[in-house]
């Protein structure tokens, strides 16, 4: 993946792992990826964000309170992308069609809206493509 220069997205258990503390090696490299992204063309979907604290909360990782609070530093340190009524319908069709669960399918079909050229997960297949958005798992390469 060339994320210096073509925009990308994280899904939402990159921002879990960010905060997971017992995560192990994926707790430190998500908190490198985090933060290295914040710094390059990468634009969050609010699904993940929304996603993310849902997770932390319902896992008792985070309280509520801080939940919220990293999202909001997140809303104001990333370029953020809503899905829109096509993307919704791309998403159907992809998960009617098996290619993807209906949630991954509208988080790629949002990011490929915004441009995104890598979504960066490890929860679909590593070098895989989905609507012109190929997957990288940042975690293959570190024995995840």
Not at 84 to 110: E, F, I, M
Request: negative net charge; proline residues 2%.
């Amino acid at each position: 993946m060339s994320a210096d220069s073509e925009r990308f997205t994280l899904d939402t258990d990159l921002l879990v792992y960010s905060v997971d503390s017992m995560a192990g090696a994926r707790h430190g490299l998500a908190i490198e990826i985090v933060d290295r992204a914040t710094e390059r063309d990468c634009n969050l979907t609010l699904q993940a964000l929304s996603e993310f604290y849902a997770a932390v909360t319902r896992k008792r990782l985070v309280g509520p309170a801080d939940a919220a609070a990293q999202v909001e530093d997140w809303l104001g340190a990333f370029r953020c992308t809503t899905a829109s009524p096509t993307a919704v319908l791309t998403a159907l069709n992809d998960a009617v069609a098996g290619r993807a669960s209906y949630w991954d399918a509208l988080l790629v079909a949002t990011a490929a809206e915004a441009g995104c050229k890598f979504l960066l997960s490890e929860d679909l297949t590593d070098g895989g493509s989905l609507g012109g958005v190929r997957v990288c798992n940042p975690f293959s390469a570190a024995g995840g």
